[in-house]
């Protein structure tokens, strides 16, 4: 037996397991948040959106040169914020 198809029927027959069905005994669960970092290596999908901003606000967004490599920026970091503040809460 060639190693994708075995691979494909381990596959499928993960994929029945129910989710009670796993032990998860000698998996710690995570409780303490703090400290956490992204994975260096994800790279997000991006997704058009529109939005209509001040112009006052796209003109200082002009100034820090591409605007969505910016925005984006600004969005993940105060996303990462209140990760950590929910993390903390926790």
Do not use: Y
């Amino acid at each position: 037996m060639n190693q994708d198809k075995r691979m494909l029927e381990e596959l499928k027959i993960l994929e029945n397991i129910k989710d009670e069905d796993i032990d998860f005994s000698d998996i710690p669960e995570i409780t303490n948040f703090i400290g956490w970092e992204p994975n260096p290596f994800f790279k997000p999908i991006k997704a058009p959106i529109s939005a209509k901003l001040d112009k006052d606000v796209i003109a200082w967004l002009k100034m820090h040169g591409a605007v969505s490599k910016f925005l984006n920026q600004i969005c993940r970091e105060k996303m990462q914020e209140e990760r950590l503040a929910i993390a903390q809460a926790l």
